[in-house]
Nanobody, 125 residues
Framework: QVQLVESGGGSVQAGGSLRLSCTVS????????MGWFRQAPGKEREAVAR????????YYADFVKGRFAISQDNAKNTVYLQMNSLKPEDTAKYYC??????????????????WGQGTQVTVSS
């Protein structure tokens, strides 16, 4: 059974940084497409970043370019989202997602078959 567990969320002031982690277990393929999505109250879940094994298929949403960075440690089966220069509008629950392949130029929820439970990020002004 594939499980994704996020950690690293919390409360931070605007301008601060957080690093989210997502550890995958039970995944049998050597390749994987990993994504980070977020959902704010009353809003739809939106893609934040994506990475494929080896670092290809990188994607960043326009609203995080230059501030967030996605990376992975294959030895630890973990993907990270380094978030810098956080803004109050970044407040949301952040979800990790996985699938064997990446699809399209922009990640969509339907492209991922496995999801974590999410971790809350709150940015105060």
């Amino acid at each position: 059974q594939v499980q994704l567990v996020e950690s690293g969320g919390g409360s931070v002031q605007a301008g601060g940084s957080l690093r989210l982690s997502c550890t995958v277990s039970g995944y049998t393929y050597r390749e994987s497409c990993m994504g980070w999505f977020r959902q704010a109250p009353g809003k739809e879940r939106e893609a934040v970043a994506r990475i494929y094994t080896g670092g290809s298929n990188l994607y960043y949403a326009d609203f995080v370019k230059g501030r967030f960075a996605i990376s992975q440690d294959n030895a630890k089966n973990t993907v990270y989202l380094q978030m810098n220069s956080l803004k109050p509008e970044d407040t949301a629950k952040y979800y990790c997602a996985a699938d064997r392949f990446c699809y399209g130029s922009q990640p969509l929820m339907g492209h991922f078959g496995y999801w974590g439970q999410g971790t809350q990020v709150t940015v105060s002004s």
